[in-house]
């Protein structure tokens, strides 16, 4: 009962196979005494255990998380492709800071074109944080019959937006400077 708490608690699913894995390996492949069986589960749980502590300590030295949770988010998202909880630990440690976006609008006639130039680095990753950006700027303004070009500017990894919460406010700037553009021309 011990050992499927503390698999539980972990949440590691990689880890959690070498406390069944090794010790049936030994079971099966070798012909050994019940004691190097017994023997075989308790190295493996120090094992598990070790390495859990080592992956915490690691988390703790670049967040205020334990390794394992920051590990089990990026499970989460790459296995279950839930990003909550990685969305958390990175909103959580990000850092406020003014980004740019350059909007260059043309109109001729009732035609208009909107090029907008973000100078931001979308990501980190796949479905976290910012990377859906220009898919949904390109939507929204389609569908407002805007015709749209959204490009990405010179950016470093300092620059990702790790918030999907991100994404309305700059929608929000984005449209009222639109308007903008519109009442002048």
Do not use: Q
Not at 24 to 33: D, M, Q, S
Not at 128 to 150: A, T
Request: proline residues 4%.
């Amino acid at each position: 009962m011990l050992v499927f708490k503390f698999i539980a608690r972990s949440k590691l699913y990689i880890l959690e196979s070498m406390v069944f894995i090794v010790p049936a390996y030994i079971l099966i492949c070798e012909k050994v005494a019940p004691l190097s069986f017994v023997f075989a589960v308790l190295s493996a749980l120090l094992a598990l255990k070790w390495m859990c502590l080592s992956i915490d300590k690691l988390g703790y030295a670049i967040s205020p998380f334990r390794g394992t949770d920051i590990v089990y988010a990026f499970l989460d998202n790459w296995i279950h492709l839930k990003r909550s909880a990685l969305n958390m630990i990175f909103s959580s440690m990000g850092k406020l800071k003014v980004l740019f976006c350059d909007l260059l609008y043309f109109k001729r006639g009732k035609d208009a074109i909107a090029w907008i130039n973000f100078c931001i680095h979308f990501g980190p990753f796949r479905n976290v944080g910012s990377s859906d950006i220009p898919g949904f700027v390109i939507k929204r303004l389609e569908s407002n019959n805007l015709k749209c070009i959204v490009t990405k500017g010179p950016s470093t990894h300092n620059e990702n937006v790790v918030s999907p919460g991100f994404r309305r406010h700059l929608w929000m700037e984005l449209a009222r400077a639109i308007l903008i553009c519109e009442k002048k021309s």
